[in-house]
């Protein structure tokens, strides 16, 4: 992903709405890409993954797309809850992680 | 616990002096990355271990940087002659060889501060 500086690109929304979070990878070779939250003070915590060969995958309230052809990759989040709030990274393969997103959540 | 343990937590040093770090990995787990994080930023590979070789280095390690894990088990950072703009979360993460995922499983930090 590209680095934004000081200032991470932030995103708020209510309690209950769906959340995007995008972020745009470098390396087409990558052979899976992967999503960690992290919440302040603690390191990044995995929250799922996507292998190259997959456009698609959904887990727990969280759906990852992967469109190769523009190299960008999504989060999201359904029913955002207030624990939700973290910054959220985006990895490829090469464990190089992106600027992140700032995700708050207002109840 | 059995994950990832990171120490100290904080440090505090004057510029110039040295400072190390201790991670001790997840039990069993064949590889062993460190990583820089400053605020508002991603964080930044230096470095990662697979069993005790030092398999890739980052141009950000400086030789003020060496990283060690003499028995493939726990890994040591140490910093010289430390600079203010060493100021930041040092992360380590640790994964088992063979995993499908990649997924890394980080340590809490250690912070340092250089004054």
């Known amino acids: 992903g590209e680095s934004v500086g000081l200032h991470l690109p932030t995103l708020s929304v209510q309690e209950g709405d769906n959340s995007i979070i995008n972020c745009a990878y470098s390396?087409?070779?990558?052979?899976?890409f992967i999503w960690y939250k992290q919440e302040s003070g603690k390191g990044p915590q995995f929250i799922i993954d996507?292998?190259?060969?997959?456009d698609k995958r959904q887990g727990q309230r969280v759906t990852v797309l992967l469109n190769k052809t523009v190299k960008h990759l999504s989060l999201q989040i359904a029913a955002t809850q207030p624990g939700d709030s973290a910054v959220y990274f985006c990895?490829?393969?090469?464990?190089?992680f992106g600027a992140g997103t700032r995700l708050t959540v207002k109840p | 616990d059995t994950g990832v343990s990171q120490n100290p937590r904080h440090k505090i040093t004057k510029r110039g002096q040295n400072v190390t770090f201790r991670c001790d990995p997840i039990?069993?787990?064949?590889?062993l990355y460190w990583y820089r994080q400053t605020l508002g930023q991603g964080p930044e590979f230096l470095t990662y271990?697979?069993?005790?070789?030092?398999?890739?280095k980052s141009r950000l390690l400086s030789d003020r940087f060496s990283a060690e894990r003499p028995k493939g088990s726990f890994s040591t950072l140490e910093i010289q002659r430390t600079e203010q703009g060493d100021s930041a979360m040092y992360l380590c993460?640790?994964?088992?060889?063979?995993?499908?995922?990649?997924?890394?499983?980080f340590g809490e930090g250690s912070r340092l501060t250089v004054l």
């Open positions: 390396n087409s070779a990558s052979d899976y």
């Open positions: 990895a490829e393969s090469d464990m190089r």
């Open positions: 993460a640790s994964s088992p060889v063979g995993t499908n995922t990649g997924e890394l499983f």
């Open positions: 996507i292998r190259s060969n997959m």
């Open positions: 039990s069993e787990h064949n590889r």
């Open positions: 271990f697979q069993n005790e070789a030092q398999l890739e």
